[in-house]
């Protein structure tokens, strides 16, 4: 909650206009991509710049971290050279390992177990269109995947009802599930998204097929057929719930154009948001 705080004040001194706060006045970043991103990479790079520090992009080819290089190694390379390393890749062990041998804070861009920073985003924009997170429902309409997975990780911190609606054979990871519930959130895991949306604050959906998982398109949207966020699924949600989608979206696969382009959906709001929570995170682990 002090970093969401964070965002908020940090977030109104930049649509402000003022540029005055520079805390990464002489800082700079290292962002490690092994998969490609546009929201991850600009988000990063433009709020890491407007609070006067400078990124350095590295893309997939750039390093092959695990194959050219160990990531040991990299970790304690780039720590030379930078602050903080922002990194987004596929396996978990990733991550771990970068956190383990870089002396400097390193922050999750994504890895295939979880999306922390997303999850962070759709957390400030829940505060600022519904006013809060406790108690309230929110229900993800699709894939159990990383998504799920921070969902889950931020119901073990604060209270809240979160549902997660998907075809059999795509849930969660179990161990997450039990995290969440453990710490005292309801928590539920159903096949039918009609019976899951009544009365949700938020209904949430994600690409049925990540990256790396393109082979599987044909063969999931079989699957998934009825598990598309359309019109008729919002409206049996109800007239106070938002649409949210982390992006990007198949528009027609897993959720419709009517429906993103609807007054209830805070889909670009939330991309807004990844920058200004992202800004919170690393004035959080800088001590800024």
Not at 12 to 21: E, N, Y
Not at 144 to 152: A, P
Not at 261 to 284: G, K, T, Y
């Amino acid at each position: 909650m002090k970093i969401l705080n964070r965002a908020i004040e940090v977030k109104a001194m930049i649509k402000s206009g003022d540029r005055s706060f520079q805390p990464f006045k002489g800082k700079s970043m290292a962002m490690v991509f092994a998969k490609p991103s546009m929201r991850t990479r600009v988000s990063f790079e433009t709020g890491f710049f407007l609070l006067g520090g400078h990124a350095v992009y590295l893309g997939p080819d750039d390093i092959q971290m695990g194959k050219r290089e160990e990531t040991r190694d990299v970790a304690r390379v780039l720590s030379g050279y930078n602050d903080i390393i922002m990194a987004r890749v596929f396996a978990h062990q990733d991550i771990l390992d970068l956190a383990k041998y870089a002396p400097v804070p390193v922050i999750n861009g994504l890895t295939d177990y979880n999306h922390p920073c997303q999850i962070m985003a759709d957390a400030l924009t829940m505060i600022e269109h519904i006013g809060r997170i406790e108690n309230t429902k929110v229900v993800y309409v699709g894939d159990g995947n990383n998504i799920v997975h921070s969902w889950l990780l931020l119901a073990a911190v604060i209270p809240f009802h979160f549902v997660c609606a998907c075809p059999k054979g795509f849930e969660p990871d179990a161990k997450t599930v039990e995290i969440a519930r453990s710490a005292g959130s309801k928590i539920e895991i159903t096949n039918d998204p009609k019976e899951a949306v009544k009365g949700a604050d938020v209904v949430y959906t994600d690409v049925w097929a990540s990256m790396g998982q393109k082979e599987e398109a044909e063969y999931r949207k079989q699957v998934f057929q009825g598990f598309m966020v359309d019109e008729a699924l919002m409206e049996m949600a109800g007239p106070k719930a938002f649409l949210m989608h982390c992006l990007p979206a198949e528009r027609g696969v897993e959720v419709t154009d009517g429906a993103i382009e609807a007054p209830n959906s805070i889909v670009f709001p939330q991309a807004e948001n990844r920058m200004h929570a992202q800004n919170a995170i690393m004035l959080h682990v800088l001590g800024a």
